[in-house]
């Protein structure tokens, strides 16, 4: 939006071509998101205190967790909020990758919202049911997944790139829609998985947002993908804009999301968070460098499926709790202790991830 406003002013005074620049505007992008979580925090967790929208904790959870029972939750809005105007505000909205960007995580956002709000404020435990909430979830993904599919405008937007080889690309013809689908909605529902300490989940996040925003930049930089031989997608780098306002408002929210937590995200800012970053990963070809930086993304979500799949088959845990968080909770990690360390690991995939750009 402002973007149009220096153009203008540009013409008149030079002063203000710095505007102009995609990575000027990207750091905008990451104070602005930081200023809007800075000022609207506070407020919002004292409206969500207020109405006692409050956080439940599993019975058969780690008992340190008994202490979080009505710690102020759906903050996930403070997030969205703060990405949505800053992206607004500095991005070209003419753009059609930033507008998938912000479609997916509203969308996703929304299908939080309502799930949280039948939770927390209904005392429905159910929410909207998981099998509603799979539906939904894969109405949004499939509409964004069809979207790319049919704006794209050259094949190496629909080819699967593989990382570490130079002329490796996939043509995947119909099947990217299948892969966009599982790619979104799965990092959706990792995120929201990770989500069950404080902090644990957004640092991570920002973590690999910021690793896709520099993929985004190279991928619509023609002379940085010549050089690094990654795809060349023209409009892609604007992407960079939404990713910094995810670095932002994610830093802004750990603010308050810091050990002891003021405020959860709930499922309102874990689905559309990691929708998000499944979108981007998608736009800017690098869905298996998403699979790398997001490992601990991954591993949580494994970790859920053996132990249904263990105690189901043969009646035995492989953890002791799942997701793999709870695990080390229950061996006497401390909770800080557990984020931290995962923050960690989550620092060291994001560089493996960007390694790829130039081991090829």
Not at 162 to 188: C, H, N, Q, R
Not at 301 to 309: C, E, G, P, W, Y
Request: one cysteine or more; glycine letters at 10%.
């Amino acid at each position: 939006m402002l973007l149009y406003l220096f153009d203008a002013l540009a013409r008149e005074f030079s002063a203000f071509n710095v505007f102009r620049y995609l990575t000027f505007r990207a750091i905008c992008g990451v104070l602005t998101a930081l200023i809007f979580c800075f000022v609207l925090g506070p407020t919002m967790i004292r409206k969500l205190s207020h109405h006692q929208i409050g956080q439940t904790v599993r019975q058969d959870g780690p008992p340190t967790h008994f202490e979080k029972v009505g710690t102020p939750t759906m903050g996930g809005a403070l997030i969205l909020v703060s990405v949505v105007a800053s992206t607004l505000l500095w991005a070209d909205l003419s753009n059609r990758f930033v507008w998938v960007a912000l479609m997916t995580c509203l969308s996703f956002g929304i299908i939080g919202w309502i799930d949280d709000y039948r939770k927390l404020v209904e005392k429905n435990p159910r929410g909207i049911g998981a099998k509603a909430k799979f539906w939904w979830q894969s109405v949004a993904g499939l509409a964004s997944a069809l979207f790319l599919y049919f704006t794209a405008n050259t094949p190496i937007e629909t080819s699967l790139i593989v990382p570490f080889f130079k002329e490796v690309a996939v043509d995947l013809g119909p099947w990217f829609i299948v892969m966009t689908y599982l790619v979104i909605v799965g990092s959706s529902n990792a995120v929201n998985l990770t989500d069950g300490l404080d902090g644990l989940a957004i640092m991570p996040t920002v973590l690999v947002a910021g690793g896709l925003g520099i993929f985004a930049y190279a991928t619509g930089h023609s002379v940085f993908a010549n050089y690094l031989a990654i795809p060349y997608i023209p409009g892609t780098g604007e992407v960079l804009v939404f990713c910094a306002t995810l670095v932002g408002a994610g830093l802004g929210f750990l603010w308050f999301n810091t050990y002891p937590a003021q405020v959860f995200m709930g499922d309102i800012g874990a689905l559309a968070l990691g929708a998000a970053l499944g979108a981007v990963a998608v736009m800017v070809r690098q869905e298996i460098v998403l699979f790398i930086m997001g490992g601990i993304f991954v591993v949580e979500t494994v970790s859920v499926i053996l132990q249904v799949a263990s105690y189901k088959l043969v009646g035995k845990r492989i953890f002791r709790m799942a997701p793999l968080h709870h695990h080390f909770e229950l061996k006497g990690w401390p909770e800080p202790r557990v984020s931290v360390r995962f923050w960690i690991i989550s620092l060291i995939l994001v560089l493996i991830g960007l390694a790829t750009l130039k081991v090829r």
